[in-house]
Each structure stands twice: as structure tokens, then as C-alpha cells.
């Protein structure tokens, strides 16, 4: 079970001097209460699913990516594009990521500008790394450097892929507007890698010898996110460290939540100190949902029949 130790007065500071998220409108008697209230996405490219979520006020935004596009039956570029589109002018003003598919500086800035003139509500995902594992000629601080490009562009971005607090840490150097923590991913790595004879987190987190003569160790993580605790909740610590780096320094890049794979964690990521969560529609539906709800609810309509009859 994830825990949460006490909130830091610089956490605290750092979310109170971030921009207001919704405000009330002009003329209202009644002000909106949650004005300071984390953003919530909808991680689809479906536009019947993002709709009906939209309009009930439930998501402020979406993220998109090739995956979720081509599930949404997009054959060609052109009709990723479209759909894009079609997403961009649904939920405008409100933010929708779409993500490069180019590989090289010169290129992934191009496309990045061919997509921001699909509407002033998008956001560019950029991956932060990993571009030497597809090939190894690729600079591995390609997306670094796209980053920086874009936000001297004016070009709001969505850096991808983190797994530690120090691409976080330097997405937001870049000029990153958000920085997107992948926690499911991050636990499904310990549970397939993880030794079974050594400490859980040792996939991510193992030093036997601090001076590492035969350089085995892993320090891909903290041993707080890595060893922290049961390994389902690493990715929340990962929030929660990131959360608190940020809060040191003041960094109002926004931390966007992602890969979540069931509903509890949204509760622990935001806990945890998270900005934005994004979130798949089929636990965006079950929002309001409770097992105590439910029984609440047909015990008022059984009573309620007395003053209709």
C-alpha cells in the first residue's frame, strides 16, 4: 500500500503559485471552488469516447499517441492527422498532446511545427530517450534538444517516457511544459526483471559494493522509488519524488500522470503530487462509481416512492 508521508511547506507553495487551471467565468455570483484542482485527460483518440467525458466536465484535455490513433482506425498519416484535427477542435481551448513520429532533430521539429498548426491547443510529445536502442548512429540526447528547440519556438511540449526524476528533471531545463511518468510501466518492469533472491526493485535499484569494481550495479532509480515499498507502487513514488525535486527548485513544469492501470492510483498519484493525470477511458467511466453508492442510492429511490404515490 502506497503511503504518503507529511506534506512539505514547499510542495504545498509550489502548487499554490501554479497557474489557475479552470477559473470562474465573468458575471458568476456562485465562483467555481476547485480553481487550483488538478487536470484530468483522457488517454484515447476516440473521439465518441472523449466527447460524452467532455461534456460532462469529467476531462480537461487528451493525449494522443500512434497507438491509440491506429486504434481508432487511422490508416495513413492523413487520417491521423484528421483525427487530430477533429479531437484539437472538439475540446478547444483545453490541451491535447500529439506525438512525433520522426526520429532526427530537423525532422521531429518540422513535424512538431506541422502539428502545432493544427490548433493553438496542442501539445507536442516528445520521448526523452531511448533513441540509440532503435539506432545506435541517433544522438542520445535527441529529444532533449527537440525540447529546447520548441519551447524556443513557442511550441508547448509533453516530454514521454520518464522513469526517473532526473529526465524530469532535465525535460524541464529544456523548457518542457509537462513531463509524463509512466508508473505502470515503471512496476511491470520490476515485477518481469527483478532477481526473486535479492530485495524487490532490484531490476532498477541494486548496489552491492559502492565502489562498483566490476560495474554491476543498477542505479537507474532511487532506492526510494525502486526498494520503496511494494513494487505496484513505484511508479506513485516516482510522482512523489519528482513532485518534491520540483517543489525544491520551483519548477512549474507540470507533472502529468500516466500509464495508470487501475483506478486507485488515481487517488495515489494525486497524493503523491501529481498536476495532470491522464487516464484510459474505460476508468475515466467509472469515476463516480461506488459499491456503497450503488446500495445508497436504491435505498433513496425506494424511499423517495412514498411522495409520488
Known amino acids: 500500500m502506497f503511503t504518503i508521508d507529511t506534506l512539505c511547506a514547499a510542495l504545498i507553495q509550489r502548487r499554490r503559485g501554479m497557474c489557475e487551471t479552470r477559473s470562474s467565468p465573468d458575471g458568476k455570483t456562485l465562483p467555481y471552488?476547485?480553481?487550483?484542482?488538478?487536470?484530468?485527460?483522457?488517454?484515447?483518440?476516440k473521439i465518441d469516447?472523449?466527447?460524452?467525458?467532455?461534456?460532462?466536465?469529467?476531462?480537461?484535455?487528451?493525449?494522443?499517441?500512434?497507438?491509440?490513433?491506429?486504434?481508432?482506425?487511422?490508416?495513413?498519416?492523413?487520417?491521423?492527422?484528421?483525427?487530430?484535427?477533429?479531437?484539437?477542435?472538439?475540446?478547444?481551448?483545453?490541451?491535447?498532446?500529439?506525438?512525433?513520429?520522426?526520429?532526427?532533430?530537423?525532422e521531429m521539429i518540422a513535424q512538431a511545427e506541422e502539428l502545432s498548426r493544427l490548433g493553438a491547443n496542442a501539445v507536442i510529445k516528445v520521448p526523452v530517450g531511448g533513441y540509440a536502442a532503435i539506432d545506435k548512429s541517433l544522438d542520445p540526447h535527441t529529444g532533449l534538444k527537440v525540447v529546447r528547440a520548441l519551447w524556443e519556438r513557442d511550441i508547448k511540449t509533453n516530454v514521454t517516457l520518464i522513469f526517473n526524476s532526473t529526465q524530469a528533471l532535465w525535460a524541464a531545463k529544456a523548457g518542457a511544459t509537462y513531463v509524463s511518468p509512466f508508473l505502470g510501466r515503471l512496476a511491470d518492469y520490476l515485477y518481469k526483471h527483478d532477481l526473486p533472491e535479492r530485495t524487490p526493485g532490484n531490476a532498477l535499484y541494486w548496489i552491492d559494493d559502492h565502489k562498483d569494481p566490476e560495474e554491476k550495479e543498477h542505479t537507474f532509480n532511487t532506492e526510494y522509488v525502486a526498494s520503496g515499498g511494494a513494487r505496484k507502487d513505484a511508479g506513485v513514488r516516482l510522482i512523489r519524488e519528482i513532485a518534491a525535486v520540483f517543489a525544491n527548485y520551483d519548477i512549474h513544469t507540470e507533472i502529468l500522470a500516466a500509464s495508470f492501470r487501475n483506478s486507485s492510483q488515481v487517488s495515489e498519484v494525486l497524493l503523491a503530487g501529481a498536476d495532470i493525470l491522464t487516464i484510459p477511458a474505460n476508468i475515466l467511466t467509472r469515476v463516480a462509481d461506488h459499491p456503497l453508492s450503488e446500495e445508497g442510492m436504491v435505498a433513496f429511490n425506494d424511499d423517495a416512492k412514498a411522495f409520488l404515490e
Open 33 to 45: 471552488p476547485a480553481p487550483h484542482a488538478p487536470r484530468i485527460f483522457a488517454d484515447t483518440a
Open 49 to 106: 469516447e472523449i466527447k460524452p467525458l467532455f461534456d460532462a466536465g469529467i476531462i480537461d484535455g487528451a493525449t494522443t499517441n500512434p497507438t491509440l490513433l491506429k486504434r481508432a482506425g487511422a490508416q495513413s498519416w492523413d487520417q491521423a492527422k484528421d483525427m487530430m484535427s477533429e479531437i484539437l477542435r472538439a475540446l478547444d481551448p483545453f490541451s491535447v498532446s500529439l506525438e512525433l513520429t520522426e526520429l532526427t532533430p530537423a
